[in-house]
C-alpha cells in the first residue's frame, strides 16, 4: 500500500527555470542596443561620411547610385534650359546658327552630353562651342562638382568595402568560458583563436562584467561595467595570437568572483564581454571582435581540451575540438574560502614541522646540562622560553 502511494504521490517540485538574460552584447559580437527617440537628427548629416559609410549595403549602393544619376539629371536640365533659353533648338537645320553645343536636339541629348562631361568620356558628336559663354561657365562647374561628388561616393564605398569588421569574423572564441584551478588559485578561462595564417599585430584582449547593482544611496545602475583582470599589469593581455591562446582571469582579493562558489555563481545574473583588438597586418587598419558568456555558459570545473600538436616540423592546430571541454576536480567554493583553507594549512604545517634551527637550540641545551643559565635564557627561534624552563630557573 505504501509503495502504491509513493507510485502515485507527486515527484519532487523541478526549480523554477530561470528567464533567460537579455544578452548586452551578442556571440556574434553585435552590440543589443536601439537608439530611440533621437530627436537632434541633425547631428547626423554634420557627419555624413562616417554616416552613410555607418549603412547598410543596400542603402549605400542606392545612395552611390542616386548620387551620381540625380548628378546627371540637374547638370543635364540646366544644359537642355540654356539650349531652350538660347533658341538651339528652334534652329536645328540652320547651318548658320552656332548652337551652344552642337548636336544638342533635345532633353534625352542633353542629359547624354551631362554624363560626357561629368566622366569625362567624350565621345565627340557632342561638344560645347567658344559663342556660349553660360555654357563654358557651367561646364567648369560641372567638372568640379562633379570631381567632387566622384571623390566623396568612391572614399565612402572604400572605406565601407575595406572595413575590418569582415576580418574580425575570423576571430573566434570559445562557445563556453570555464572556472579551474590553475597553479592552485581558482581562475576564469575563456579561449580564443584566430582562423587566418595573417596575424594580428599588437593584440590586446579585455574582458568586462555586465551586471545590475545598487549604490549605497540607493540608486540602481542596470548595466554595471566592472573590469576583469586578464593580465594588465603584468603584460599578459597583449597577445602573439599565432596559435589559439586560453585567457585567463584569476580570481583574487580584487576580482569581483571573489567570494562567488559553485552554488553562487549559478544563482548569479550577469554577463562578461570580451573584446579583442589589433591591426590587421595587410592593411593596418585597427579591427576589433566580441563575444560575450552568460552565467549559464560558464563552466564550473571544467578545462579546455588541447588543440596544439606538434608535427613534422611544424605545429598543427585542430579546430575541430576548440569549443571542447573536459571537466577536472575542483573545489566547489570561493577562492576567498579556498585562499583562507590555504591560509590555515601553511600555519599549521609551520607550527608542527620543528625547523632545523629548533633542533640545534635543543641539542646545545642538552650538551650544557639542565642548569647551564646561558642555554636558558637564550630565545629559541625567535620566540621567549615557555614556562616550565623559566619556573626551573
Known amino acids: 500500500m505504501a509503495q502504491e502511494n509513493a507510485a502515485f504521490s507527486p515527484g519532487p517540485e523541478e526549480p523554477p527555470r530561470r528567464r533567460g538574460r537579455q544578452r548586452y552584447v551578442e556571440k556574434d559580437g553585435r552590440c543589443n542596443v536601439q537608439q530611440g527617440n533621437v530627436r537632434e537628427t541633425y547631428r547626423y548629416l ?14 549605400s549602393l542606392l545612395f552611390f547610385v542616386l548620387a551620381y544619376a540625380l548628378t546627371w539629371l540637374f547638370f543635364g536640365a540646366i544644359w537642355w534650359l540654356i539650349a531652350y533659353g538660347r533658341g538651339d533648338l528652334e534652329h536645328l537645320e540652320d547651318t548658320a546658327w552656332t548652337p551652344c553645343v552642337n548636336n544638342l536636339n533635345g532633353f534625352v541629348a542633353a542629359f547624354l552630353f551631362s554624363i560626357e562631361t561629368e566622366t569625362t568620356i567624350g565621345y565627340g558628336h557632342r561638344v560645347i562651342t567658344d559663342q556660349c559663354p553660360e555654357g563654358i561657365v557651367l561646364l567648369l562647374l560641372q567638372a568640379i562638382l ?14 565601407k568595402i575595406s572595413q575590418p569588421n569582415k576580418r574580425a569574423a575570423t576571430l573566434v572564441f570559445s562557445s563556453h568560458a570555464v572556472v579551474s584551478l590553475r597553479d592552485g588559485r581558482l581562475c576564469l578561462m575563456f579561449r580564443v583563436g584566430d582562423l587566418r595564417s595573417s596575424h594580428i599585430v599588437e593584440a590586446s584582449i579585455r574582458a568586462k562584467l555586465i551586471r545590475s547593482r545598487q549604490t549605497l544611496e540607493g540608486e540602481f545602475i542596470p548595466l554595471h561595467q566592472t573590469d576583469l583582470s586578464v593580465g594588465f599589469d603584468t603584460g599578459d593581455d597583449r597577445l602573439f595570437l599565432v596559435s589559439p591562446l586560453v585567457i585567463s582571469h584569476e580570481i583574487d582579493a580584487a576580482s569581483p568572483f571573489w567570494e562567488a562558489s559553485r552554488r553562487a555563481l549559478e544563482r548569479d545574473d550577469f554577463e562578461i564581454v570580451v573584446i579583442l583588438e589589433g591591426m590587421v597586418e595587410a592593411t593596418g587598419m585597427t579591427c576589433q571582435a566580441r563575444s560575450s558568456y552568460l552565467v549559464d555558459e560558464v563552466l564550473w570545473g571544467h578545462r579546455f581540451t588541447s588543440v596544439l600538436t606538434l608535427e613534422d616540423g611544424f605545429y598543427e592546430v585542430d579546430y575541430a575540438s576548440f ?6 576536480p575542483t573545489p566547489s567554493c570561493s577562492a576567498r574560502e579556498l585562499a583562507e583553507a590555504a591560509a590555515r594549512l601553511d600555519a599549521h604545517l609551520y607550527w608542527s614541522i620543528p625547523s632545523r634551527l629548533d633542533e640545534k637550540v635543543e641539542e646545545e641545551g642538552a650538551g650544557e646540562g639542565a642548569g647551564g643559565e646561558a642555554g636558558a635564557d637564550k630565545e629559541q627561534n625567535g620566540c621567549l622560553p615557555p614556562p616550565e624552563t623559566e619556573s626551573k630557573v
Open 46 to 59: 554634420t557627419d555624413l561620411f562616417t554616416t552613410l559609410v555607418d549603412l547598410q549595403w543596400r542603402l
Open 146 to 159: 562633379g570631381s567632387m561628388v566622384n571623390a566623396f561616393m568612391v572614399g565612402c564605398m572604400f572605406v
Open 323 to 328: 569549443h571542447e571541454t573536459f571537466e577536472v
